[in-house]
């Protein structure tokens, strides 16, 4: 028989277990990994909270069945498939943990430009067929290229501060960045088409809004170097694939790395045929660290929110 005294917390996905351990010591937790849609709206009317990740679209209609739910909580950053402002109006607070990852995703985000320049992927995948010609691998030094990043947020300016240790100059593009602020972490601040002209690199970390929807298209591709490097790990979207594969089949872009889609999962997608292209499934803030400061700190928010007298 369960407490009927205790809160009740809905997790659809899996969190570290820390955050698990947190939730149990003031409220009653339901595990639900493997939980349909149909499943989700049956069960969501009897939490006080729900914890999701991105399987599942929290829209209206799982709003509505919320009866109970005082908050509704992603554990991680993006909130594009969660209704935000319908949870608000329906009095029901929506929580995120936009920080706790930074480091992850920038450290990806320092990966995914080494694996272009040096060719890691596909050098790896000709050893294991047997081969071992190194000839066949020449690369890029990353020391001393220009990386424009697009969005110089958090995530953008740990990126900036790593790129530039390796020795890279870094320009931005950010237009809620103010002079004094990009000065300090030793960035210039361009405009958008001046950085994709001068780029080596171009790195995504913006959020996806109707504004940066398809912001890097054909037009922009075309502006970029020839022969310059992609990297997306800000949002699935914000980069028009259709565009992105013609650059790259034609050979005007040297390659792309990306850690989101515009779909997510993809499924078959012809970019991935492609020799210059890497993709990872939305990994960035999938590490032990980040997953760990994510699960506590939403233990302590949402006890804020359904258990006041135990915070």
Do not use: C
Request: net charge neutral; hydrophobic share 45%.
């Amino acid at each position: 028989m369960r407490d009927t005294q205790r809160p009740r917390v809905l997790i659809t996905e899996p969190i570290d277990p820390a955050g698990i351990a947190g939730f149990e010591e003031y409220a009653e937790v339901k595990l639900a990994f493997d939980a349909d849609r149909a499943e989700l709206l049956n069960l969501v009317g009897d939490y006080d909270a729900l914890v999701v990740r991105v399987k599942h679209q929290i829209d209206r209609e799982v709003i509505d069945r919320g009866a109970r739910l005082k908050v509704i909580a992603m554990n991680g950053i993006g909130l594009n498939h969660i209704d935000v402002n319908y949870a608000k109006e329906k009095g029901i607070a929506v929580l995120n943990v936009p920080d706790a990852s930074n480091d992850s995703v920038a450290e990806l985000t320092i990966g995914l430009m080494l694996n272009l320049a040096r060719h890691i992927t596909p050098a790896f995948a000709s050893v294991r067929r047997g081969e071992w010609n190194k000839h066949a691998f020449i690369g890029h030094e990353l020391h001393g290229k220009t990386l424009g990043i697009v969005a110089l947020g958090k995530i953008g300016s740990r990126v900036a501060r790593i790129a530039q240790a390796i020795g890279m100059n870094v320009i931005a593009y950010d237009p809620f960045l103010t002079p004094e602020a990009a000065a300090a972490l030793k960035v210039e601040l361009v405009s958008l088409q001046e950085l994709l002209s001068r780029a080596d690199v171009v790195s995504i970390h913006a959020p996806l809004t109707k504004e940066t929807y398809h912001l890097i298209g054909a037009r922009e591709l075309a502006q970029m170097k020839k022969g310059a490097f992609l990297v997306n790990a800000g949002r699935g979207g914000i980069v028009d694939e259709e565009a992105l594969y013609n650059a790259l089949a034609s050979g005007h872009l040297g390659g792309f790395a990306g850690d989101v889609m515009e779909v997510e999962p993809p499924g078959k997608n012809k970019l991935f045929d492609l020799p210059n292209v890497v993709v990872t499934p939305h990994i960035g803030g999938n590490t032990y660290e980040a997953q760990r400061r994510i699960g506590l700190r939403l233990v302590e928010e949402i006890k804020k929110i359904i258990a006041p007298s135990a915070a």
